[in-house]
């Protein structure tokens, strides 16, 4: 058996572990001592004079100054110099008290007037577009086979945008039977002897997109075979360069337009033109009603005819319409007409009620959207054109003020329907 014995520790090792000092001077401990010693002071100070402070002051804020000179700057005296004391309490009409509640509001929670008529010139300027660009194509007519070829070679000198552009070329062949003047407004018009013209697009093609270039080339044709009462001389062609959005609308950053008549295209013809401010075309005119209804806060909106120009008797075409209206920055759900037979004058004498959802109207807008579908084959729609009716912030249009005098009165009048 061993037994273990617990034998002491050396006596020098003890002595050495109480040898053990810090391997600083003296001096610099006085020092340290000193800075602290300092240090402790100057907080004692300044808690003292803060202590001080909070016991000989009145606690006052910024907010409460401002608006006691709001509420009783108007009860301040000529002769009462920098006086600003408030007045004496008395009773005072109610509308006086809604003033100065209001100008205490208007001053310190609302921007002023002039920042706001700034901004809205801003957003007038930023809606101004600068046109960049130019499209290369060739026209080509085949008097043999009475076709029309069109190719659309190369789009050049797009501005880049912050987004990728994706860049496309619509083109619309559009024929009219008269010769005139484009308006919006066909009651216009009749009063100065002018009749409108009436366009109708007979072909419609898209070139394919391009992805990622500002200088897209494309080299896609296109044919359509002209029949002998469609003459050169009546025809245009309309194409649209466009910027591909797959979740919004299509942006068009310029415009081109051949009058065909005007060319000698017997032969191969290659041009190159420069991009234009995009502009629509007049094809057809709509016959609106319009009541507005103050008490139920309603307005009545009545399609009663629409005209537009023919060029092919088909049985099965038909119309419908799609109105849709937008009060104070709010869209309420639009309403559709019945399917009518297509004819010169389709006649539809169709009403809506629309409840407007906040009162006053600072800013209204009606849109009236047609399209024509078949009515024995597959249900496919294709837009026909559009027009807009409303009120904005600083105008409004000539229908929508006859509708604010005649109150409670149907105010029918003719717009133009643009593509």
Not at 174 to 187: A, I, L, N, R
Not at 364 to 389: D, M, N, W, Y
Request: hydrophobic share 40%; charged share 20%.
């Amino acid at each position: 058996m061993v037994l273990m014995i617990d034998q002491p520790a050396p006596v020098r090792l003890l002595s050495a572990a109480g040898d053990l000092r810090m391997p600083f001077p003296d001096l610099i401990k006085y020092c340290i001592l000193g800075i602290s010693i300092t240090l402790l002071l100057l907080a004692l100070g300044i808690l003292a004079w803060q202590a001080f402070r909070c016991c000989t002051q009145t606690p006052t804020t910024y907010t409460q100054q401002v608006s006691s000179n709001l509420l009783y700057s108007d009860m301040k005296p000529r002769t009462a110099g920098n006086y600003s004391e408030a007045p004496s309490t008395r009773m005072e009409d109610a509308s006086t008290e809604v003033h100065r509640l209001s100008r205490c509001l208007s001053q310190g929670s609302f921007p002023s007037s002039e920042s706001t008529e700034a901004e809205g010139d801003m957003g007038e300027q930023d809606n101004v577009k600068k046109v960049d660009g130019s499209l290369r194509f060739s026209v080509y007519y085949d008097q043999l086979q009475s076709q029309l070829v069109v190719t659309v070679l190369q789009v050049e000198g797009l501005v880049e945008q912050k987004h990728r552009l994706q860049p496309f070329v619509k083109l619309s062949l559009m024929w009219s039977d008269s010769v005139g003047v484009e308006v919006e407004d066909s009651t216009d018009d009749e009063a100065e002897g002018m009749a409108p013209v009436l366009w109708t697009v007979l072909q419609e093609w898209r070139t394919r997109i391009v992805k990622g270039s500002c200088s897209p080339l494309f080299g896609d044709q296109f044919s359509c075979i002209l029949q002998e009462h469609k003459e050169l001389r009546h025809l245009n062609l309309r194409m649209e360069v466009r910027d591909f959005d797959k979740f919004s609308r299509n942006t068009v950053l310029g415009q081109v337009r051949v009058p065909l008549g005007q060319l000698k295209i017997s032969y191969p013809l290659e041009l190159q033109e420069d991009l234009q401010i995009p502009q629509k075309d007049l094809v057809g005119e709509v016959l609106l009603s319009l009541k507005f209804l103050p008490t139920s806060q309603r307005i009545e909106v009545g399609l009663l005819k629409v005209k537009t120009a023919i060029t092919e008797m088909c049985s099965d075409a038909a119309l419908y319409a799609r109105i849709s209206v937008q009060c104070n920055q709010c869209k309420l759900r639009y309403q559709k007409t019945s399917i009518v037979a297509r004819c010169l004058v389709t006649v539809f004498n169709e009403v809506f009620m629309f409840s407007l959802p906040d009162f006053p109207l600072q800013q209204c807008k009606i849109v009236v959207s047609v399209f024509e579908t078949r009515t024995t084959r597959k249900p496919t729609k294709h837009l026909i054109g559009q027009l807009a009716v409303g009120k904005e912030k600083s105008s409004e249009d000539k229908h929508w003020s006859l509708m604010m005098s005649s109150v409670r009165q149907p105010v029918a009048k003719w717009h133009g329907l643009l593509n």
